[in-house]
């Protein structure tokens, strides 16, 4: 088997995917993407392909290695994330290829169903209460919120009590059998996370995620030693090598993005050496179905998994949601907050080709956005 054509797709909302063909006629999708920068790797994509056009798919560790490696200069977010959504689709290509689901080639199942959060957004204590209660209606038995809008440097009296009351809202929805991840987004400098972390202590959060921005990561050792909130991290880390610092510095939990992240390859070895420090993965995934799919196909294989975000109803989905490119909308229906195991084949879900071609016609043109304090200086978003 060789892989004749691949092709990207630029989808809204914010999503690339890319179709790998082979010569038999077996097809495999994944989702290179970083959010703000979908056109750039597929740029990377397209450059990659190069080496990938002709070669025997199921070699996919070898590709990982010389897509990564082979052009002399690596790392960063855009390469991470192009091999990434390529490493999926082989991935794709080799269960549909042996007629299993992707997890059964890491090992099979260790699980039956995983648990999954979905997020919850509003400004007002009161607002936050409502998002929770859409929340609990479908199903979930647990979510994310940001703690903050845009955050001064040292935090007056009111932004820190805005923070602990909107926690405290969504804890007296939640109960105590439920849960409630905050994230701090990178928004807080060191000297708020201090003040913040042991008021929100009493209400249990289920983790605290960026506490700081990732290139502040030699900081994180002092967060994990000073509160007992597990301390989370992780989708803006790219590889095994840049979690080694934050898990030695005692996180709890490590959130690569599958997408992000060099693919199912490296989350796989990701998730290993998170396990050496007695660390669960949760990996970040605000994207599409195909991340989506890749996350859960790690999930079932991968014994220290903590639980799985999702993004069906972000306030970020303007004009497509999560399952609009899925044919058969069943596997990740959500069971009691879970989703089953998928017994699909490779990623265990089928994209509506029809429905993605038509999409990248519109394509979109998602970008960040870039907060300002104010006095007019950058504000971390
Ligand atoms: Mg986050």
Redesign the pocket.
């Known amino acids: 088997m060789r892989i004749s054509r691949i092709e990207t797709f630029l989808v809204p909302p914010r999503w690339l995917f890319v179709r790998v063909e082979t010569d038999r006629g077996i097809v495999g999708w994944g989702e290179p993407v970083v959010e703000g920068r979908s056109e750039t790797v597929r740029t990377a994509v397209e450059q990659l392909s190069e080496l990938l056009i002709g070669a025997d798919p199921l070699r996919i560790e070898d590709h990982w290695q010389v897509m990564t490696k082979g052009s002399f200069y690596r790392g960063g977010a855009i390469l991470a994330s192009a091999v990434a959504g390529l490493d999926q689709a082989l991935w794709d290509i080799a269960g549909k290829s042996l007629g299993v689901p992707v997890h059964q080639l890491l090992g099979g199942h260790v699980r039956d169903r995983i648990r999954m959060y979905g997020w919850v957004g509003g400004d007002e204590p009161a607002e936050v209460a409502d998002s929770i209660s859409a929340q609990l209606e479908v199903g979930l038995t647990a979510v994310?919120m940001n703690a903050s809008g845009r955050m001064s440097p040292l935090g007056s009296v009111a932004e820190i009590d805005a923070v602990v009351e909107r926690v405290a809202a969504a804890r007296e929805v939640l109960g105590p059998h439920r849960d409630v991840a905050v994230?701090f987004?990178g928004r807080f400098t060191l000297a708020n996370t201090r003040r913040v972390a042991p008021l929100l202590e009493p209400l249990h959060p289920f983790f605290l995620?960026?506490p700081t921005v990732p290139e502040n990561s030699h900081l994180i050792g002092g967060l994990t030693s000073s509160t007992s909130i597990p301390i989370a991290t992780g989708?803006r880390l790219y590889n095994r090598q840049e979690f080694l610092p934050v898990l030695q510095a005692g996180i709890a939990v490590a959130?690569p993005d599958l997408s992000h992240a060099g693919g199912i390859t490296e989350v796989r070895k990701i998730a290993s050496l998170a396990e050496v420090y007695d660390v669960q993965l949760a990996p970040?995934c605000?994207l599409g179905p195909l991340a989506l799919a890749a996350c859960l196909q790690v999930g079932f294989a991968t014994t220290n998994f903590l639980i799985q975000e999702q993004s069906i109803g972000i306030h970020y989905n303007q004009g497509a949601e999560v399952l609009d490119y899925v044919l058969d909308k069943t596997p990740l229906k959500f069971v009691d907050g879970h989703v089953e195991r998928l017994t699909g084949p490779g990623l265990g879900i089928e994209i509506d080709e029809a429905a993605v071609r038509r999409a990248d016609k519109s394509g979109h043109a998602w970008r960040s956005p870039v907060w300002r304090h104010d006095d007019g200086s950058y504000a971390e978003w």
């Open positions: 994310k994230d987004h995620e960026e989708e959130q970040h605000p």
